[in-house]
């Protein structure tokens, strides 16, 4: 922990530093900033470069191609320019004034941000929470007098009327969500990057996750963007690019009943202008501190040393775009998949994490006694697990929780030393019985939100927990096998680095054994006397996605059409769960969340219980009924012990899919 | 000597001089030979010399004139005096004799190196560390029979055993000797190599070609795992001009000539090849087809490839040779390039038919600065596109001018407001007739000026290029005060040509700083010769190694890390050092599996008992 001491710089204290600080950075960025007009100009000219495989292979003419190439260039450009980015740090400054308590920000990690920058050119990847992510990197590196970064950023910002055009003056350049087929667009884009790259500009900086995570867990991240700024080490116009992984957390998200919400399928509301200034009610609350950890550099170089092969890019003009190899792309997925994990370990949690994991198992409540008692046996098993925890040294826990409670407390209900999730801001008139399901849901999705926090450090104990449930027996090949059978299904809902299930499972059983959980002999798991309520709890951390996968798999044995397209599946899961809530058959929430059923989709896809079928324009799945229903049991059986010979079978089906 | 001034021809004054000796040249031969000036000569190691004048063999004892454990000949050397000043003794070269004040301080800064450190050389070889000879006697006593010299004295064997790789030198330095040759055999003409090849066959002993002896790729060390008698075959005493033909202007030459010979007497008889690799006071003929050699001036003559008309060789499986002279054959793949590059396994290249060229009537060197290396690479691009490259064009980094600058840049740069901190400089080379030379000159430095170049003199190209024959000899100067070196080069396409540049050197800085290296290396590029689609490349890479347990395998790790780099980065394996044993591993990643089986199946033909088993290439 002492390592990775934060500094806590309340917001204040910039605020009043900041005209000085204004008029040394201007000295100091002014020079960079020149370059970047010119940057624009110079790398025009490039455009024929780019253009001429492309117009070679459509058949158009050369120029016809240059000139669509100059105009997706000026969609995507940016145009930093130092006036735009002070007038935004002075209202940031305020804004982050009034939400945030304090800013809380590694400072080792700044001096040694401010060291790669000198040697390679630094790529910054932030994890995405909030809109504040890219803002407050922003803000955060004009404050510590680094060059500012140019941010890809997704096109749907663009389309707000003035703050589009504001972003991209504070170097926000602007990509297409998807652009699969369009050969110019990604020549233009990559090549944007590249030269930007190259010729040491500034800091890039993307976000792994490729989106905002709705639900505080990491997404799986996408490699496209890695690939990008990778490339010019692998053909050697770079001598290296370091990655800094920078870890942005906050003890209240601004957009958290939102991200819940959206994932109950209340749509997202578009990206505008006056959409954001609705949005001035946030500035009035209190959203506690915010946390940014700005990693270890990683050399790209001394990443690839040994997996990928640099001459493989020697046979062709280093112009002309070339699709990664598949060795290429294992590396770059295992790379992103790394980095992901990194951004995860420095996230800073608080004790809410603890308190919302703790919540969420008790749906019925807890006195605050028992409360307090079990969080801090909570806190001695996370900070066991390598979590990196901010709890307050020198204050009591009771104190501690009551702090966390208040500023959650919307969240909660408080009455004679109970303490219990629930609605409090929704009208009391219950209007219907499914409108109270979603009121309920809220405010579970909202606190799932932090308790997914913590999961990163739980998950593959307790992916070992619930595999001894499930085991038959305790001999380790057994275990393993369960092991990797979940691990396999979860792996789109969590981080978990392709290839690794050894490690992953020496490293469960290694973190329960130092904690007196398990013995692990040659042969067998053996659980301890007193490791019974570590399981419990561990298992229990991982119930609702158990059950959450149940329902989308009974959904698909049961309820399904033929004809079901992908369209429809999301709410009819979601009618699914929530009629067998209403029926009192299902008590998890979760299940209703759109991320969940859309992660088992694509497990169940990926398992090859479940095809697309494309008809027509649409895509529709079609459901290999076995399989699911051997999915199912499997999965079913780390609950419910029942069904004692389904395991065996949906392990050979599995094996079958694979 | 004269050899040497004829390198380093400037002024027009010397051209008058060149002209009298072509026609000289001229009317000697003309009496002689109506047809075809052709001077064949019976092959009779006693038969007396038809031109006494140019007929100097290198000695059968080359320790005689040659150092035993560094580069060139024993007078010449670099030293720093009691007055802590270098001076460069002897009397063969420009620089023989003139002290150099200011290298003391380059060499100080920029190694961390200190007078009072030194590391000198074992003095003289102690015999007694030198195996005594494993000797096959029947096939000695064959050899003698045959009428052939042959030497065990172990000083003889010792010379033999090594190229000028650093790691070969150092041992010697330290008089630590490896597996060296048991028997030295040198053949006077072709019909002796037949016979040793021959009885090399009968007896079953390895046999290790030996030209000049300057190689840089491990192709002289002995194979450890050989038991058999290993037999060195030195070609110096083949070093005949066997006739000249001046209608299609060729020559054929026996291969043991070394360049400096070559050429001098080419020059005599109003001709040169225009071969001048940098190693040419030492190199022979034989050499550069075996490794597949390249000249300073192959933009106007060619590399070693594009002279040779051809070639005989004795193998294992007989004589190997084309049946005319024509100037270019569809006979199916050419088989001078299963020997071009052979590098010793194949057989001993004896009988070469070289083209050659009247001297140049004009030669006029020359120097740019460019503000950076950038500018001069696109300056470099620039003129291999329009196809005007000098008989020779060279840019030295920064790094390499300032080291250069110890002795020859004395001009005052900060008068051209470059910063000296990146500033380089290319080292020209015109020769041809004086108007075309003019014209051509312009040409250059009018292309040099669109990229920021200045025009920088004459002198400073001819130092230039001086340099390069006295910087092996600064290796040994290094030595002595704990300083290792060597150079290593690549060819690579023109677009990747800084990249690999900027990222070999800093790979080199920084697995030094890895390897435990106190103090900063010296890590230098240049671009030696252009071509249409690409350059040469020239690394530089010397550090101090005070306080490293093991300096060589330090060296070693980190050569080879430069190399990887080299091909990571679009580099090739070698442009003309050639692969010997030291670049072995990388030969099948740089050629192909399929590529590498080719050749493996040639050797497996032409030499199915591996007589000529040095292991080189595959």
């Known amino acids: 922990m002492a390592s990775r001491a934060l500094y806590s710089v309340s917001v204040l204290q910039h605020f009043c530093m900041l005209s000085d600080k204004i008029l040394h950075a201007c000295n100091t960025c002014s020079v960079n900033l020149s370059l970047l007009p010119s940057f624009n100009i110079f790398f025009r000219g490039n455009i024929k470069h780019i253009s001429c495989p492309v117009s070679s292979e459509s058949g158009d003419s050369t120029e016809c191609v240059a000139e669509e190439a100059s105009l997706i260039l000026d969609e995507m450009a940016h145009r930093l320019q130092l006036s735009t980015v002070r007038f935004f740090v002075f209202t940031l400054s305020k804004a982050f004034k009034r939400l945030f308590r304090s800013v809380c920000v590694n400072e080792e990690g700044i001096q040694r941000l401010q060291q790669a920058v000198q040697e390679h050119p630094v790529v910054l990847l932030p994890s995405h929470r909030s809109y504040m992510d890219f803002l407050m990197m922003s803000y955060l590196l004009y404050m510590y007098d680094l060059p500012l970064p140019v941010i890809a950023a997704g096109m749907d910002f663009m389309s707000m009327k003035f703050v589009g055009e504001m972003l991209r003056m504070s170097g926000a350049f602007f990509i297409r969500r998807s652009f699969g087929g369009d050969k110019l667009y990604w020549a233009v884009f990559s090549e944007y990057v590249k030269t930007m790259l190259r010729n040491g500009y500034a800091p890039i900086e993307f976000f792994l996750e490729g989106t905002r995570s709705r639900t505080c867990k990491s997404l799986t991240p996408k490699t496209g963007l890695l690939n990008i700024v990778m490339e010019p080490f692998f053909k050697g116009e770079l001598f290296d690019v370091n990655l800094v992984p920078v870890s942005i957390s906050y003890e209240r998200i601004l957009e958290e009943s939102l991200y819940a919400r959206e994932l109950l399928g209340i749509p997202k509301p578009k990206e505008s202008t006056s959409g954001l200034l609705k949005a001035r009610r946030v500035l009035s609350e209190d959203y506690g501190s915010m946390y940014v950890y700005f990693g270890h550099p990683v050399s790209v170089r001394s990443l690839t040393e040994g997996k990928i092969t640099r001459s493989q890019y020697n046979l062709l003009p280093r112009c002309i775009p070339q699709k990664p190899s598949a060795d290429t792309h294992e590396f770059l997925n295992d790379a992103a998949f790394r980095l992901v994990r990194i951004q995860e370990e420095n996230m800073v949690l608080k004790p809410w994490v603890l308190i919302a994991t703790l919540l969420l198992q008790n749906p019925d409540g807890m006195d605050l006694s028992s409360l307090a008692e079990q969080t801090d046996w909570l806190r001695h098993l996370a900070l066991a697990f390598g979590a990196y925890l901010d709890w307050p040294d020198h204050e009591a826990c009771s104190e501690v929780i009551s702090c966390s409670l208040a500023l959650h407390r919307h969240l909660l209900s408080v009455s004679a030393g109970h303490v219990q999730l629930s609605v409090t801001d929704a009208p009391q008139v219950e209007s219907t019985p499914e409108e109270a399901v979603f009121h309920q849901a809220v405010v579970v999705l909202s606190c799932a939100s932090y308790r997914n926090q913590i999961l990163h450090v739980f998950l593959r104990p307790a992916l070992l927990a619930v595999a001894m449930q499930s085991a038959n027996s305790n001999r380790k090949d057994d275990v393993y096998n369960c092991f990797n059978f979940l691990r396999n299904m979860f792996s789109n809902e969590f981080i978990l680095c392709p290839g690794d299930s050894v490690q992953d499972f020496e490293e469960a059983c290694y973190l329960l054994m130092k904690r007196g959980v398990l013995q692990v002999l040659e042969h067998e798991i053996v659980m301890s006397a007193s490791g019974h309520s570590t399981l419990a709890f561990l298992s229990s951390v991982l119930d609702p996605f158990l059950q959450g996968y149940q329902v989308v798999s009974r959904y698909l044995c049961e309820e399904t059409n033929e004809n079901l397209t992908e369209k429809e599946f999301i709410p009819a899961v979601r009618n699914f769960a929530l009629k067998l809530i209403l029926a009192g058959r299902l008590k998890c929430y979760e299940a209703l969340s759109s991320d969940l059923q859309k992660n088992a989709l694509a497990a169940f896809l990926r398992l090859k219980a479940v095809r697309k079928v494309k008809v027509g324009d649409q895509v529709t799945l079609k459901v290999n009924k076995i399989a699911v229903n051997s999915l199912e049991d499997t999965l079913g059986k780390s609950d419910v012990t029942s069904h004692q010979n389904s395991w065996c079978s949906s392990m050979a089906m599995f094996e079958i899919a694979i | ?618």
């Not at chain 2, 090399?200 to 000049?212: D, F, K, M, R, S």
């Not at chain 2, 004009?362 to 290396?373: A, L, T």
């Not at chain 2, 470099?380 to 490259?389: D, M, S, T």
């Not at chain 2, 051209?416 to 901190?421: H, N, R, T, V």
Request: hydrophobic share 35%.
């Open chain 2, 1 to 618: 000597m004269e050899e040497n001034g004829s390198l380093f021809l400037s002024s027009s004054s010397s051209s008058a001089q060149q002209r009298l000796r072509i026609i000289a040249g001229h009317l000697q031969k003309r009496p002689e030979d109506e047809n075809a000036s052709v001077a064949a000569q019976e092959c009779k190691a006693e038969a007396p010399r038809s031109e006494p004048s140019s007929a100097t063999p290198v000695p059968r004892r080359r320790q005689e004139i040659m150092k035993w454990n560094g580069w060139g000949y024993s007078d010449s050397r670099f030293l720093f005096n009691k007055k802590g000043q270098a001076e460069f003794t002897g009397k063969r070269y420009r620089l023989s004799g003139l002290i150099l004040p200011s290298l003391k301080d380059w060499f100080e800064g920029t190694f961390g190196a200190n007078l009072q450190h030194r590391s000198p050389a074992t003095p003289s070889l102690n015999l007694s560390a030198v195996a005594p000879p494993n000797l096959n006697q029947p096939f000695v006593e064959d050899l003698k029979a045959a009428g052939l010299t042959v030497s065990h004295d172990p000083e003889d064997r010792v010379f033999r055993a090594h190229g000028h790789c650093l790691h070969e030198v150092f041992a010697l330095r330290e008089g630590r000797i490896g597996r060296v040759p048991d028997t030295v055999v040198w053949p006077s003409c072709h019909s002796d190599v037949e016979k040793i090849v021959e009885l090399a066959c009968e007896h079953n002993v390895c046999l290790i070609p030996y030209g000049g002896g300057t190689s840089v790729s491990s192709a002289l060390e002995c194979p450890r795992e050989e038991s058999r008698s290993i037999v060195s075959l030195d070609t110096s005493q083949m070093s005949r001009i066997l006739w000249i033909d001046e209608k299609n202007l060729t020559a054929h030459v026996e291969a043991g000539i070394i360049g400096q010979d070559l050429e001098r007497q080419l020059n005599e008889r109003g001709f040169c090849t225009g071969h001048e690799p940098d190693s040419m006071e030492f190199s022979s003929l034989g050499g550069w087809v075996a490794t597949r050699a390249s000249g300073m001036k192959k933009n106007i003559y060619g590399n070693i490839e594009d002279l040779v008309v051809h070639i005989k060789m004795v193998t294992p499986r007989g004589v190997i040779e084309k049946s005319c002279l024509g100037p270019r054959m569809s006979t199916g793949p050419d088989i001078h390039h299963f020997i071009l590059g052979s590098e010793g396994t194949l057989g001993v290249v004896t009988e070469v038919t070289l083209k050659i060229r009247p001297i140049p009537e004009y030669q006029k060197y020359g120097s740019v600065v460019f503000p950076n290396f950038q500018q001069g690479v696109a300056c470099l691009r620039e003129v291999a596109r329009q196809r005007c490259a000098p008989a020779s064009i060279r840019l030295m980094d920064n790094e390499q001018f300032q080291f250069g600058e110890f002795c020859f840049f004395l001009i005052l740069l900060s008068f051209f407001c470059f910063d000296p901190q990146h500033l380089c400089v290319a080292t020209l080379l015109f020769e041809g007739d004086r108007g075309k030379v003019l014209q051509h000159e312009k040409q250059v430095y009018d292309i040099a000026a669109k990229f920021g170049g200045l025009a920088a003199g004459e002198d400073n190209g001819q130092r230039g290029y001086m340099l390069t024959f006295v910087i092996a000899y600064l290796r040994d100067l290094g030595m002595d005060y704990y300083v290792i070196g060597e150079s290593f080069e690549t060819s690579v396409p023109w677009d990747r040509v800084l990249d690999l540049c900027r990222n070999v050197k800093e790979r080199i800085v920084r697995e030094c700083k890895e390897r435990g290296v106190q103090f900063p290396p010296l890590s230098t590029s240049r671009v030696t010769q252009t071509y249409d689609a690409g350059a040469c490349v020239y690394f530089y890479f010397a550090f101090n190694y005070r306080g490293l347990s093991d300096p060589v395998h330090v060296y070693e790790q980190v050569e080879h890390a430069a190399r990887e780099e080299i091909l990571a980065n679009g580099g090739s394996l070698s442009h003309h050092h050639g692969v010997g044993k030291l670049r072995k591993e990388w030969m099948k990643e740089s050629v192909s599996g399929v590529g590498l089986g080719m050749l493996k199946s040639v050797k497996e033909y032409v030499d199915p008992q591996n007589i000529f088993g040095n292991r080189n290439l595959l």
